[in-house]
């Protein structure tokens, strides 16, 4: 089965060609950092009109780089959401035309749902079930993972995600959009042990998250200080050191509440490499496995929902035969709620 992926729930355009038999034939990825750059975030009109304008050239890329026309096309996957309403309208719209135009099925996507699959896409892939740490954007939760479409949550953030602490952090550190690879950066040159950040919710006893209190005890620490620029690294480190040691401890919780043993990381933050230096430290330690996807398929892609889409079309008895004739998104969505079918 060959599988178009179409990615557009914020800023980033992704589209992808996936072959149930052959892999990951193509991906190409349209980034929007320099558009929203100047306004130290994403502008959501903005946002949709760049969609608009990029996703025809990079279908054409991957259909060319994968080898493959449209007519060899057996499904679409396009991203339902959650995310911005009008980004999401781009990419479901013009899966939904495609695929009637062909007479092929259009299958909705939740986002987070790409993400925690999107392991399977590595060399070294995990075998169900597995515990899943989302780490992508404004989300932060653990889930047990049974298959495809059985996912149960184990915990989540009370407040801000990982990644948004990162952005916010970042900001008030006077850096550069995007926040988080810019203070992940800055952190390499800060010196250990010059602050020492709390630990929000680590021995709470339960698997859930809170980051906000540690977005503030960062601006109070630097409002106690002349902030020049090794003292802003020296921040920064502490900061980055704070947030790995709380994804680390939840992490090992829960494997322990579950009893299993394979670990997967997944989501933009997934990609920090003190983050993953932390977590590899915990598994020789504790004798879990860790996963991840490939580096360049951590953020959003197209790869990850042709993945996924592919997956739950190979779990539909005999599988839809024609296309749908409509569409919807769905901005705020419950990656448990999801369920096994195709459209929840």
């Known amino acids: 089965m060959i599988v178009l992926g179409i990615e557009s729930s914020c800023d ?129 939760q653990l889930m047990r993972v049974d298959g495809v479409g059985e996912y149960t949550l184990l915990g989540e953030t009370v407040d801000d995600a990982a990644g948004e602490a990162f952005d916010k952090t970042a900001k008030f550190l006077g850096l550069p959009y995007p926040g988080g690879p810019a203070l992940s950066a800055l952190a390499e040159r800060g ?62 919780a829960a494997l322990t509440s579950t009893g299993l043993t394979d670990l997967v990381v997944a989501g933009g933050v997934g990609a920090n490499r003190r983050l993953r230096a932390v977590l590899a430290q915990r598994a020789r330690t504790e004798g879990f496995r860790l996963f991840y996807p490939p580096l360049e398929l951590c953020t959003d892609n197209g790869a990850m929902i042709a993945l996924a889409g592919a997956l739950r079309l190979a779990r539909l008895s005999g599988g839809p035969a024609t296309a749908a004739r409509g569409f919807s998104v769905k901005p705020r969505w419950d990656l448990a709620s999801v369920g096994t079918m195709a459209d929840s």
């Open 191 to 252: 010196h250990p042990g010059k602050f020492r950040f709390p630990r929000p919710m680590i021995a709470s006893g339960d698997l859930d998250f809170s980051f906000s209190g540690l977005k503030t005890a960062v601006v109070t620490a630097c409002r106690e200080i002349r902030l020049n620029e090794q003292a802003r690294a020296d921040v920064a480190h502490a900061f980055q050191e704070a947030v790995s040691d709380v994804l680390a401890v939840k992490c090992t």
């Open 12 to 140: 980033e355009t992704g589209l992808a060609v996936y072959d149930s038999d052959r892999g990951l034939l193509a991906h190409a990825l349209h980034s929007q950092i320099s558009l929203h750059d100047e306004y130290g975030g994403v502008v959501p009109e903005l946002a949709s009109r760049d969609h608009i304008r990029r996703i025809t050239p990079l279908l054409r890329d991957v259909l060319d780089r994968s080898g493959t026309t449209l007519g060899d096309l057996d499904a679409i996957a396009y991203t339902r959401g959650p995310g911005l309403a009008g980004a999401l309208l781009v990419g479901a719209g013009v899966a939904a035309s495609l695929a009637y135009g062909l007479d092929i099925p259009a299958i909705g996507i939740h986002h987070l749902e790409g993400h925690l699959l999107s392991p399977l896409l590595a060399p070294d892939r995990p075998a169900f079930p597995f515990v899943a740490l989302l780490v992508s954007g404004g989300h932060t």
